[in-house]
Structures are given as C-alpha cells and as structure tokens.
C-alpha cells in the first residue's frame, strides 16, 4: 500500500461511489470547478462503469443491452473535468483525512494495482445500498439479488441455464412430465414487481423468436411474494391495486402476508409451513447501507447501516464529510428518514453540488428539501402505472401511455444531467434505432 501525496495541495472533494447520486455530484462540480486550480473533484468506484440502477431489471431479464447503457467512469471523468480512481472504499481515517480503497485484481486474482490511501478535505459518502437478507436461513447463500450489473448478469445467465435444461430434457423425452420452472421474486416493492414484469416479457420474447420449446403460460410459474397485506406497500393503496392487477393479467401470481421463513437450494419454505418450488429465487426484499460504514469511527449509523446525517446532509460527528443517496438517513421528522430512491440520491446530488461550494467559502449551509415528484412502476409491454406531483404538489394518479412516457423520460433526465442534452440524445437515438434488434438477450 502506498501513500499518496501529502504535499501542499488544492483543496480535495473525495466522492465514493458514482451511482445516481455520485455521478450526478461529480459531474456538476466538476463543470464549475474544472479551471479552478485550488480545487480538485476525485470520484472513486468499485466499479469501471456506471449504470443506472432502475435499469438493472431490464437487463436481468435480457430485455436490454447493458454495454449501450453503461458510461465509462474514466472518460466520462476526463471529458467532465474531475478525477477517477477504481477500487472498493475499505476504510475511512477520519484523524488522517484519508479513505483506503482496495486493490484492483484481474479475473484469477493477480494483483493489477495495489490497495492505495487517498487524501481528502471534504468527503462524499454515495455508496448506495446493499441486500438485506433479515438473517434468513439459506436467503444470501441460495437466493439469487440484484445490486449491480454483475448481479443482473449472473440472474439472467441462471435464466438461460434454467430454460436450456428444460428444453433439453422436453425435446429428448417428450413423455417427461411438465412442471413448470418456477422463478420467486421475494419482495414486492419496485424492483421485485418490475422484474416480475420484465421476466414476462422476456420470456414471451424467447417464445417469440422460437428459442426454447417453452411456452410461457404453461411452463412458467412466476411468483413475487411480500410479507406485507398488499404490494407496493411504500406507495398509495389506489397504484398498489392497479399495479396487482397488470401482474394478474400478466400471469404473474402474487402472494401477499406471506412470509418466506427460509430459503432452500430448490424451494422456499412460508411462515405456515408451505414449501414452493424454486429453480430461481431471488431476494428483492430489502436494502441497508453497505457494511464498510459500520467500521468508519466517528460515523454514527442506523440500524440498518446508514449514516445519520443533518438536515443540511453532513454526518452528525465531522462537518467535512456528507452523505447523500441510498447509505445515507436523512431525517424527515423525529421517527423517520427519506426513502432509497433514486430520485433522492439525485435532488440531493444537485443540493450538494451548490452546497458543497458554499461551505469550502466558509457560509452556512441551508437544509435541504426534498420534494417528493412521484413514483412509477413500470410493466414493460403492459404499460406504466404511479403517481406524478399534480397541482400544489397533490399526487396524481397516473396510468397507460402517459405514465408509460414519463417512466421513460425518468432515465433520459438522468443521462442528460450527466452526459448533457447533445450525448444523452445521440445515445437515445441510438437506442431508438436498435430497437427491432431481439428484445432478449441469452449472453
Ligand atoms: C431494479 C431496481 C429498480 C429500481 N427502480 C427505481 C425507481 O423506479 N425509482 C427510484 O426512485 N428508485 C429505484 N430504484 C432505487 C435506486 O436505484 C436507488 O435508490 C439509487 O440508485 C440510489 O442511488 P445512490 O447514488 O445512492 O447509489 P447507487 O446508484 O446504487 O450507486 C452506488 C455506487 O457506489 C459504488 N460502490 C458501492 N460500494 C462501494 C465501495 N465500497 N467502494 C467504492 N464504490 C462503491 C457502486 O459501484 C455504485 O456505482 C431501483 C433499484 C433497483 C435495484
């Protein structure tokens, strides 16, 4: 490990993690502190790529490709004007001013880079979330979650072994019998209904193009199940209805109150005793904040693993470092904090990036205010369903090709904060024009 300069340096804003929030904040400053020479933006990632979460059941389905989708953080960097390292954030020394990243390997482990000490003068906590699994048996080591395109990769590779095993054993033994595969999606917020409705649709996709000898009213039994008496329990009772409705026609059962007590290499086991039948299960049940928070002294953090911030996004111990997006709690009243969301990772990102200028010029931050725009849940082929902030801010429902445009423009409105209006609308052309390719991907 090494050390990296500790000589008189412009002033350092460290950014980990360049998800909704931390892309969104390193491009703004970056833009308006890129010819400001006491200055410096470095963003920090795990990852090479960026790629818009609320995507990530598109392409675990193989409903789209991820390559088109994806923004590389080390030319998107240059071209925007801050900095970009690769690694996973390990450690934080608050006495030190300086966060660890690990080191980089290749695919069979062998070291590229070593794990480095980075400095910083204000830090920027947008790791964003993790799986929680509740401590359920066998859920982490048997059920499949959907983090990162890594985890829509492996979900949809398991997709295609599972169909091309079917297939295999119908097509040499006629007589054998059918069971459905059945695929459970536990949890039924945003991201376990959406999948449910991206998997339909890939799979009639595949139908479709003649791929597998599945027919996928028969052959596929697909369950999103949730512990709650109602799905989409964060959203009002009128798009939680209409939203089990599409899955009704769709053919995707739902089973409400129902708890999953453990999960088994090929079912899962109900509160009441119940075993399903599993050949994919997947965990969509919850998130908490990633674990390497819990580590950071001086940090306070949640129960569930978020960093207590202030109204105006600081941690409650050290003023220089915030934390915005999904690993952040920030407080609403007394009781409770602003939901995971996407769009909170990016009003908070567009607060900091005016914000974070204020308090390097010594003034007083103002809180920020979240307004809540609504929320979309969108069914691929069957259309959108949600509600949008209607007049003085009252929610309106919304539904059918409307709700489906406005779904859709929620990710363009990401790539033009972060590409601008000329890329982001190259790029949608682009997709506009690959658009009669396979709607299915099988790699
Ligand atoms: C399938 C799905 C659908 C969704 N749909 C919606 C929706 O319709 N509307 C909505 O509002 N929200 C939706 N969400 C939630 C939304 O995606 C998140 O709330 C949002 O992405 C949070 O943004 P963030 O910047 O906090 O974190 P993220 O966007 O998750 O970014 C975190 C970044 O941190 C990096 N990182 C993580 N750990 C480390 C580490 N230790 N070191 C370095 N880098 C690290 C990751 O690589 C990633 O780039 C959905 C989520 C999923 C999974």
Not at 34 to 50: A, C, M, P, Q, Y
Not at 88 to 110: F, H, K, P
Not at 181 to 199: K, P, Q
Not at 230 to 239: D, F, H, Q
Request: glycine letters at 8%; charged letters at 20%; aromatic letters at 6%.
């Amino acid at each position: 490990m090494h050390s990296s300069d500790t000589a008189e340096k412009p002033h350092r804003i460290v950014i980990v993690g360049g998800g909704v929030g931390g892309l969104t904040l390193a491009t703004r400053l970056g833009e308006t502190l890129e010819k400001d020479r006491f200055t410096e933006v470095l963003l920090l990632d795990g990852s090479s790529t960026h790629f818009w979460k609320p995507l990530l059941h598109e392409a675990a389905a193989g409903r789209l490709d991820p390559a088109a989708h994806e923004i590389q953080y080390a030319v998107h960097a240059k071209m925007n004007g801050f900095l970009f390292e690769q690694g996973m954030l390990v450690s934080v020394d608050r006495t030190c001013r300086t966060v660890t990243i690990d080191a980089l390997q290749d695919d069979r482990g062998r070291e590229i880079v070593p794990a480095r000490t980075i400095r910083f003068d204000t830090l920027v906590l947008a790791l964003g979330s993790v799986t929680n699994y509740f401590s359920v048996p066998g859920a982490q080591m048997n059920a499949l979650s959907l983090e990162n395109l890594s985890d829509a990769k492996s979900f949809r590779q398991k997709l295609v072994e599972v169909c091309t095993r079917a297939n295999h054993i119908r097509s040499t033994n006629r007589a054998a019998q059918r069971r459905p595969l059945a695929i459970n999606i536990i949890g039924a917020g945003a991201t376990g209904v959406e999948l449910a409705a991206a998997l339909r649709d890939s799979l009639h996709a595949m139908h479709e193009y003649k791929i597998y000898d599945l027919d996928p009213s028969v052959d596929f039994d697909i369950r999103v199940i949730e512990a709650g008496n109602r799905i989409l329990p964060a959203l009002t009772s009128k798009v939680s209805d209409e939203a089990a409705q599409i899955l009704k026609n769709i053919g995707v059962e739902v089973l409400t109150q129902t708890k999953i007590v453990e999960v088994a290499p090929d079912a899962v086991i109900t509160g009441d005793g119940r075993r399903l039948p599993g050949d994919i299960t997947i965990w969509a049940a919850g998130v908490s904040g990633p674990p390497v928070l819990r580590a950071v002294e001086g940090i306070e953090v949640t129960t569930n693993a978020q960093v207590l911030v202030t109204p105006t996004l600081q941690t409650t111990k050290d003023p220089d470092i915030f934390a915005i997006g999904d690993c952040a709690a920030c407080p609403i009243d007394a009781k409770s904090f602003l939901a995971p969301r996407a769009q909170v990772a990016g009003q908070q990102a567009d607060f900091l990036a005016g914000a974070l200028i204020q308090y390097m010029q010594g003034r007083s931050l103002e809180p920020f205010d979240y307004h809540d725009a609504g929320s979309l849940i969108g069914f691929g082929h069957a259309g959108a369903v949600g509600s949008i902030a209607g007049l003085f801010d009252r929610p309106l429902f919304v539904r059918g090709w409307f709700a489906t445009i406005v779904y859709r423009f929620l990710y363009r409105r990401h790539m033009v904060k972060v590409s601008g209006l000329r890329q982001a609308s190259i790029d949608s052309v682009g997709h506009w024009l690959r658009r009669r390719e396979p709607t299915v991907r099988l790699n």
